[in-house]
């Protein structure tokens, strides 16, 4: 099956700029996840969606980071104005399960942000 | 103190040698997954487990829940294993993942 798809590999854009990074998660998984890994870090989860609802966004900056998932498929994360400290790695993740339980996590090759 | 604690940190060792990576948490969990990332590269899965011990080629994944630790064992370990090792649990009662810090494994010829 094809996995996860993202774009762009790599962004570099100038602070208080605007970017969208865009996933295609494995057909017919209902969960998604975005998370945000900068340099020497583990992941840390942004937002997590199940089918087009949110289960999950505690941790995205909601004064500059947004994100959908339109019709439960493909998902967009934006962030607006862009700061220095989200310089990162935004990985995105699907699976197939609901509930509890994650199941195996699949992941994107991920999207590299570079503010300057 | 993080809740997923992996050790160690980094890890150097010549080709051929037997690899151990350590995660201890301190929730209960109802999964703990291995994961594996190459340099610049995305996030694959190794293992699920929630009990007991898996094994898939060279790598082993063990799990003792009384002990809230797990263990990732590399046998005849090979330069191309090189990578960042991440443990990652399902805390119990919660739909997401809490990540390790990683361990660096590099594996020189």
């Known amino acids: 099956e094809a996995g996860v798809a993202q774009s762009p590999r790599y962004k570099i854009i100038e602070k208080r700029q605007s970017v969208a990074f865009w996933c295609n998660p494995i057909?017919?998984?209902?969960?998604l996840y975005w998370y945000q890994q900068i340099l020497g870090q583990g992941p840390k989860l942004l937002i997590q969606?199940?089918?087009?609802?949110?289960?999950?966004d505690s941790q995205l900056p909601k004064d500059r980071f947004s994100a959908e998932r339109l019709k439960g498929v493909d998902s967009t994360l934006k962030i607006q104005p862009a700061k220095l400290e989200d310089s990162a790695v935004y990985l995105c993740?699907?699976?197939?399960?609901?509930?509890?339980?994650?199941?195996?996590?699949?992941f994107g090759e991920g999207s590299r942000l570079t503010v300057l | 103190k993080n809740e997923v604690e992996q050790s160690p940190q980094n890890l150097t060792a010549q080709e051929g040698e037997f690899i151990t990576i350590n995660c201890s948490y301190s929730?209960?969990?109802?999964?703990l997954h291995w994961l594996q990332q190459h340099p610049g590269g995305g996030i694959v899965s190794l293992f699920m487990?929630?009990?007991g011990k898996k094994k898939h080629g060279r790598l082993i994944a063990t799990i003792n829940i009384q002990e809230k630790h797990s263990s990732l064992h590399i046998t005849a370990s090979h330069p191309r294993d090189s990578a960042v090792y991440i443990c990652?649990?399902?805390?119990?009662?919660?739909?997401?993942?809490?990540f390790g810090q990683g361990t660096r494994l590099t594996i020189n010829p």
């Open positions: 993740a699907s699976s197939r399960l609901r509930g509890y339980d994650t199941g195996e996590l699949f």
């Open positions: 057909s017919g998984h209902a969960t």
């Open positions: 969606f199940q089918n087009n609802g949110v289960v999950d």
């Open positions: 929730v209960g969990i109802s999964a």
């Open positions: 487990l929630s009990s």
């Open positions: 990652a649990v399902n805390a119990q009662g919660a739909q997401k993942l809490v």
